[in-house]
């Protein structure tokens, strides 16, 4: 069973920046597509960044040209770089691991990491 585990998460004034972490624990992620995704009260968890295992990226518009994801395949990390937060970023997030070509559903990843929750003040 694979374990994920986000680290991170805080609270940051609007126009702050934080990194969140996601660490698994088994089952490499080098050769799959991982996710981060996040969920606010009362909303749908929505799709923030995708990693594919070649190194493409994806961002949600929301977030293009503020969040950076990357990944350190040697370390089995994933990262979530957030800058120029701003007060509709607060919710939880997490990352998940999908197969090769997992998209922008969260149905398509099999593991989630607990979330980490991120609150932004305006």
């Known amino acids: 069973q694979v374990q994920l585990v986000e680290s991170g998460g805080g609270l940051v004034q609007a126009g702050g920046s934080l990194r969140l972490s996601c660490t698994a624990s088994?089952?490499?992620?080098?050769?799959?597509?991982m996710g981060w995704f996040r969920q606010a009260p009362g909303k749908e968890r929505e799709f923030v960044a995708r990693?594919?295992?070649?190194?493409?990226?994806d961002y949600s518009d929301s977030v293009k040209g503020r969040f950076t994801a990357s990944r350190d395949n040697a370390k089995n990390t994933v990262y979530l770089q957030m800058n120029s937060l701003k007060p509709e970023d607060a919710a939880v997030y997490y990352c998940?691991?999908?197969?090769?070509?997992?998209?922008?559903?969260?149905?398509?990843?099999?593991?989630w990491g607990q979330g980490t929750q991120v609150t932004v003040s305006s």
């Open positions: 088994e089952r490499t992620i080098r050769w799959y597509t």
């Open positions: 998940a691991q999908g197969r090769i070509g997992s998209g922008v559903g969260p149905a398509e990843y099999a593991y």
């Open positions: 990693l594919e295992n070649t190194g493409n990226t």
